[in-house]
């Protein structure tokens, strides 16, 4: 059943704060905790209105008196209005903040460029210390967030909106700081992350499959630290890597896969995310997804048209050897 992973976090959190008094959950009239939610966190919920460079200086502060706690405020504005007190307060100090940024990516479609997070996984990822986490269903939020209470200093989870589908019954349970293997191929690898692009990326693995092209699809979850050692394993058996990611292509997944590969394993890399531009179309994330062709079909038509473009390529090598 379609869950918000919103949702799912405020309802793992909550048992949470009876388990471990050292935990608080500063609010910043987000909405997503009611009245009801609020009673039962008692004194280890503060709804501090909204004021996201406050937030994370008050919430720097109890971390350096020994308390655990889960900030939450909206993505855009912990990647830009918040960022100085992120890194001087937080990221400096190696606090154990837990920034639970809501609306990521394109889930705050309908209010506009000023409330979408676009450049918040390429912000926060470059911290030193800061551990950034994109869940892609609401199962693998509560797992984060039960883990999240060991993670040493400072962790980003990035966050949706509405409900968004489940990943497959059978997918392995997912482990912050290590990649989830969601479909094993050794032709080309999809990298992934976010609800709607695992999910395209699992669909575009099983079209490529009828075409003969066997896909590993890599849920990288964790963009920092990254999975090395998974990524480049995946790599090395590969002809291609494309990265899809509900962010714009500079910066964020594709930036960070892109990174490690030219360093540890070279490979063809192609990165498919939002063009380098300010969203100027009115809509849901769903709608919106599909306008920007964030989609199984964008994925397919790509790593059949670099294939065929290498295979062409290799042809005519063979040609001019020949000759």
Same mark, same amino acid.
């Given at each position: 059943?379609?869950?918000?992973?919103?949702?799912?976090?405020?309802?793992?959190?909550?048992?949470?704060?009876?388990?471990h008094?050292?935990?608080?959950?500063?609010? *910043?009239?987000?909405?997503?905790?009611?009245?009801?939610?609020?009673?039962?966190?008692?004194?280890?919920?503060?709804?501090?209105?909204?004021?996201? !460079?406050?937030?994370?200086?008050? !919430?720097?502060?109890?971390?350096?008196?020994g308390?655990?706690?889960?900030?939450? *405020?909206m @993505? @855009?504005?912990?990647?830009s209005?918040a960022?100085?007190a992120?890194?001087?307060?937080i990221?400096?100090?190696?606090?154990?903040?837990?920034?639970? #940024?809501?609306?990521?990516?394109?889930?705050?479609?309908?209010l506009?460029p000023?409330?979408?997070?676009?450049?918040d996984?390429?912000?926060?990822?470059?911290?030193?210390?800061? *551990? +950034? +986490?994109?869940?892609?269903?609401?199962?693998?939020?509560? @797992?984060?967030? %039960?883990?999240?209470?060991?993670?040493?200093?400072?962790?980003?989870?990035?966050?949706?909106?509405?409900?968004?589908?489940?990943l497959?019954?059978?997918?392995?349970?997912?482990?912050?700081g290590h990649?989830?293997?969601?479909?094993?191929?050794?032709?080309?690898?999809?990298?992934?992350?976010?609800?709607?692009?695992?999910?395209?990326?699992?669909?575009?693995?099983?079209?490529?499959?009828?075409?003969?092209?066997?896909?590993?699809?890599?849920?990288l979850?964790?963009?920092?630290?990254?999975?090395?050692?998974a990524?480049?394993?995946a790599?090395?058996? /590969?002809?291609?890597?494309?990265?899809? %990611?509900?962010?714009?292509?500079?910066?964020?997944?594709?930036?960070?896969? #892109?990174? *490690?590969?030219?360093? %540890?394993?070279?490979?063809?890399v192609?990165?498919?995310?939002?063009p380098d531009?300010?969203?100027? %179309?009115?809509?849901?994330?769903?709608?919106?997804?599909?306008?920007?062709?964030?989609?199984?079909?964008?994925?397919?038509?790509?790593?059949? /048209?670099?294939?065929?473009?290498?295979?062409?390529?290799?042809?005519?090598?063979?040609?001019?050897?020949?000759?």
């Amino acid at each position: 059943m379609s869950r918000a992973t919103r949702e799912a976090y405020r309802d793992s959190l909550l048992p949470l704060l009876n388990l471990h008094p050292e935990l608080i959950c500063l609010d *910043t009239d987000t909405g997503l905790f009611s009245a009801e939610h609020a009673a039962a966190a008692g004194e280890q919920y503060l709804n501090l209105g909204i004021a996201e !460079a406050n937030l994370m200086g008050i !919430a720097a502060g109890l971390a350096a008196s020994g308390r655990v706690p889960f900030v939450n *405020t909206m @993505a @855009a504005f912990a990647a830009s209005r918040a960022l100085e007190a992120i890194k001087i307060d937080i990221a400096y100090n190696r606090l154990p903040v837990r920034i639970m #940024a809501t609306h990521g990516g394109l889930a705050a479609g309908h209010l506009g460029p000023t409330h979408q997070a676009l450049e918040d996984l390429a912000v926060l990822r470059v911290l030193p210390g800061m *551990t +950034v +986490v994109v869940p892609a269903d609401a199962a693998a939020t509560e @797992a984060f967030v %039960e883990q999240s209470v060991s993670v040493p200093g400072p962790l980003y989870v990035r966050l949706g909106r509405k409900p968004s589908p489940p990943l497959p019954e059978d997918a392995p349970p997912p482990v912050i700081g290590h990649a989830q293997t969601l479909r094993q191929g050794d032709d080309v690898v999809l990298a992934c992350c976010g609800p709607y692009p695992v999910l395209a990326c699992l669909d575009a693995a099983d079209v490529l499959a009828g075409h003969g092209i066997e896909a590993t699809v890599l849920n990288l979850h964790t963009l920092s630290p990254l999975d090395t050692e998974a990524l480049v394993a995946a790599a090395r058996p /590969a002809t291609l890597v494309v990265t899809v %990611e509900e962010h714009w292509r500079s910066g964020g997944l594709g930036g960070a896969v #892109a990174e *490690t590969l030219a360093e %540890e394993a070279p490979t063809r890399v192609l990165r498919l995310g939002m063009p380098d531009q300010f969203v100027d %179309e009115v809509g849901n994330q769903e709608h919106l997804v599909e306008h920007y062709d964030l989609t199984a079909e964008r994925v397919v038509r790509t790593v059949r /048209a670099a294939l065929d473009t290498a295979a062409l390529s290799g042809r005519t090598e063979r040609r001019e050897i020949a000759t």
